[in-house]
C-alpha cells in the first residue's frame, strides 16, 4: 500500500473562509453541510467498518454505529464525508429519516490504493467513476421485501428494519465546476433554501494543501456588551430576542451570556461590540463560532 502523508495532512476538509469570490474563478464549489466530519473505513465486502474524526480518533457516536455495515463503495477504502450527527441540524436530519447518513465529498483511497496525493477532479473523477460501476452492478438490489402480512424481510427471508444498508445511507455531495456555477448554488442553497453554506475547492490540489478548501456562510451580526474581561477571553451578553413582540421593548427580555475570543481586540467592560456568527442555536438561542468584528463607539455605554 502507498506510504500515507501525516495524520495533519490527511484533513481532507476546509481549513479556510473564502474572502474573495475573485480567488476562486475556475474552482468547484460544493454544498457544505452541518454534521460531523468523518474518515470512513471500508472492509474487503465494501461495507463501512469504522469511522474516524480528523483527529484519527474512532467516532462511537450512536449516528457513527448505525452506520456500521453500511455498503458505501469499493473495498479497502477510505471516503471522507460529514455524517449527520453531532449538530442540532445533523441530528434533525437523522431524526427526520429515522437513519443517519453521511455526505460524500472527498476519498484518501479507493480499493487499498492512496489517492490523497492526487488533484481534486482526479479524486473526484474516480469517485464518479466507482459510483457508475457500483450501480451498475447494484442497481436491482433489493434490501427488503414485504411477506403477504406486509412485514420486511430480508433476503434470507429474515424479519428487518424498513431502514437501507446502501447508497441512500451514502449520498454523494454534487460538484459545480466554476465559479458561475457557484454563484448559482450560493444563490439557490444557501439564500434560498437556507442551507449551511458551500465549500470552495481547488481542482488541481493534493490533499491536505493549504488553502485548497475554502468555506462561504452567511454571516450574521448581532451588538454585545462586555461584562468581564480575561486574558484571551471576555464574556459578553445581549438581548434574547427570539420571542419579539411587535411594539415591545427589547429591554423587557433576558439576556444571554457567552464566552468571546478577543484576538487582536483591545476591549474592557462596558464596550459595545459588533460580532458576527453563523447564524444561533436552536436551543440556546447563542451564536455559533462568534468573533468580533469591531468595536461601536456610536453606541451609548
Known amino acids: 500500500m502507498a506510504r500515507r502523508r501525516k495524520r495533519t495532512n490527511l484533513f481532507a476538509g476546509a481549513r479556510g473562509v473564502l474572502k474573495s469570490r475573485a480567488s476562486v474563478e ?18 474487503s465486502t465494501g461495507k463501512i467498518c469504522e469511522l474516524r474524526s480528523k483527529t484519527g480518533r474512532l467516532i462511537t457516536t450512536t449516528e457513527a454505529e448505525s452506520m456500521l455495515g453500511v455498503f458505501a463503495g469499493y473495498p479497502n477504502s477510505t471516503l471522507v464525508g460529514e455524517l449527520m450527527g453531532h ?5 434533525a436530519d437523522t431524526r427526520n429519516r429515522g437513519y443517519s447518513r453521511i455526505f460524500v465529498f472527498d476519498a484518501l483511497r479507493l480499493e487499498d490504493k492512496m489517492i490523497d496525493g492526487e488533484p481534486f477532479s482526479e479524486r ?34 429474515k424479519f428487518t428494519r424498513r431502514v437501507p444498508l446502501g447508497w441512500k445511507r451514502v449520498p454523494r455531495v454534487e460538484n459545480f465546476y466554476g465559479a458561475k456555477r457557484g454563484a448559482e448554488l450560493w444563490k439557490e442553497y444557501v439564500k434560498k433554501e437556507r442551507g449551511e453554506g458551500i465549500v470552495w475547492c481547488d481542482p488541481d490540489a493534493y490533499v491536505g494543501k493549504r488553502g485548497s478548501k475554502l468555506k462561504e456562510k452567511l454571516v450574521d ?26 411594539g415591545a421593548s427589547i429591554h423587557e427580555y433576558e439576556t444571554l451570556d ?4 478577543m484576538g487582536k481586540f483591545h476591549v474592557e467592560v462596558g464596550d459595545k461590540l459588533e460580532v458576527g456568527c453563523f447564524r444561533f442555536t436552536e436551543k440556546t438561542g447563542l451564536p455559533k463560532s462568534p468573533r468580533i468584528l469591531s468595536k461601536r463607539t456610536d453606541l451609548l455605554q
Open 258 to 261: 457567552f464566552p468571546l475570543l
Open 221 to 246: 451580526t448581532l451588538d454585545v456588551t462586555v461584562t468581564a474581561v480575561g486574558t484571551r477571553y471576555c464574556m459578553a451578553e445581549f438581548y434574547d430576542l427570539r420571542n419579539l413582540q411587535p
Open 87 to 91: 449538530t442540532e441540524a445533523g441530528k
Open 26 to 43: 475556475g474552482w468547484i464549489a460544493q454544498k457544505k453541510y452541518d454534521g460531523e466530519y468523518a474518515e470512513v473505513e471500508l472492509d
Open 124 to 157: 473526484d473523477r474516480l469517485i464518479k467513476e466507482m459510483d457508475a460501476r457500483l450501480q451498475e452492478v447494484l442497481r436491482n438490489r433489493v434490501e427488503w421485501w414485504d411477506d403477504d402480512s406486509s412485514r420486511a424481510r430480508d433476503f434470507h427471508g
